[in-house]
């Protein structure tokens, strides 16, 4: 089983990734559960109707009764609403300070349990027990947050969990456009540290179908990226804006898209490579052939950049400049002095708009799905 340890600054938590990883929570976590006077299952419905006794199941080696509750499916479940009735549900169940979460499901179960652990009671402990490969990204770095109308994850705090572990074998039902969702942040996560890694993803045949014993050594590298970055800067004042990598564009295409077409890691992989062409103007950076070879690579994993042949660059930059990350109506970017080697910079209303015509150049003529 692979296990690595996230060190911040006044929390040190342990991430564990393998087959049976719940077999943990009667040995390592046994006395984290024995702590709680009250343990609670915050589970994404469709995760809990296909794998939730197995949780049960791990859980009940420990002797203790558990409580769940099953929240709506995937990014609906991040709503005030649901946030509310979760609170509810604890005070009316008699948690306390002293009382346990732990999430059962993909990033958006994990967000909102985080979120309900952050304040209840001014903050309680729980648990992340992951199910989508996405989720590596998400589960470790304490970002908690639900959305509000008027934007994604515009509610939220900083809340470091007690422990994440996933159990690869719920990977096995993952449908294709989620594998898709998360194996894209993957990517990201070896563009912005490492160019062997990225060659050795980009030239993986299995890359769309990938197997669960090379997830759980992949994912890992994954979230070392991510935990040292973490690890540096928590509040993302300097370094976590690496993390962003795809995301400026990323987010504005999810945005004009409705939030529901294409799944998060998809509109990723269209914003990385936008950062690939605007990256290729700047002094001395990516050659046009890292973003040639980056794109047939999408298209030929089942990606698509038809977004950026239906929508204008207006209807996007309207988007980008809403973004949290733009500051004083600049567009900051991060962007790749070459691969593995990531840096923020502001740029200019023409340079994204010359990309953005750029993109749909190199784009022209893909296949519509
Ligand atoms: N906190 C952070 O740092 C951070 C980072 C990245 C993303 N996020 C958040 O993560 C969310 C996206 O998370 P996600 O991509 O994991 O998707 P998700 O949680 O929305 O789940 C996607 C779909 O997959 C289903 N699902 C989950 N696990 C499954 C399994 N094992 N088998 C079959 N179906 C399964 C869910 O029911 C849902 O329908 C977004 O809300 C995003 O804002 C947070
Ligand atoms: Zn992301």
Sequence with gaps: MGKLTVEIKDHEYEVHIGREAYSLF?????????????IGILADENVAEL???LLQEALRKNGRDILVKTVPAGESCKSPAVYVECQSFLLQNNFTRNSLLIA????????????????????????????????????????TAINMPEGKNMVGSFHQPSGVI????????????????????????????????????????????????????????????????????EFEHSTRKFL??????????EAVCGFGGLSHGECVMIGM???????????????????????????????????VHEHSFEQFLQYMEKDKKASFGKLNFVLLNEVGKP????????HCEFAFDRLREKTEGEPIR
């Design 51 to 53: 794998h939730l006794p």
């Design 273 to 307: 490579a936008y950062s690939l062409i605007l990256s290729e103007e700047q002094d001395g950076s990516i050659d046009a052939e890292v973003t040639k070879r980056f794109i047939q690579f999408a298209l030929s994993n089942g990606y698509t950049f038809q977004p």
């Design 343 to 350: 840096y923020v910079t502001e740029v200019t209303r023409e």
């Design 26 to 38: 009667a040995t390592d976590y046994a006395a984290l559960l024995d702590s709680a006077d009250r």
């Design 104 to 143: 059962f499901g993909g990033g958006a179960c994990g967000d909102l349990t985080g979120f309900v652990a952050a304040t209840f009671m001014r903050g309680i402990r729980y648990v992340q027990c992951p199910t989508t490969i996405l989720a590596h990204d998400s589960a470790v770095g304490g970002k």
């Design 166 to 233: 996933f159990q690869t074998e719920l990977f096995e039902t993952l449908p294709p456009r989620e594998i898709r969702s998360g194996m894209a942040e993957l990517l990201k996560h070896a563009f912005i540290s490492d160019k062997d890694w990225t060659d050795a993803l980009l030239s993986n045949p299995s890359f769309s179908k990938p197997s669960v014993e090379w997830l759980a050594t992949e994912l890992l590298k994954g979230i070392d990226v991510k935990a040292r970055i973490v690890a540096e800067d």
């Design 244 to 253: 962003n990598f795809g995301h400026t564009f990323g987010h504005a295409v």
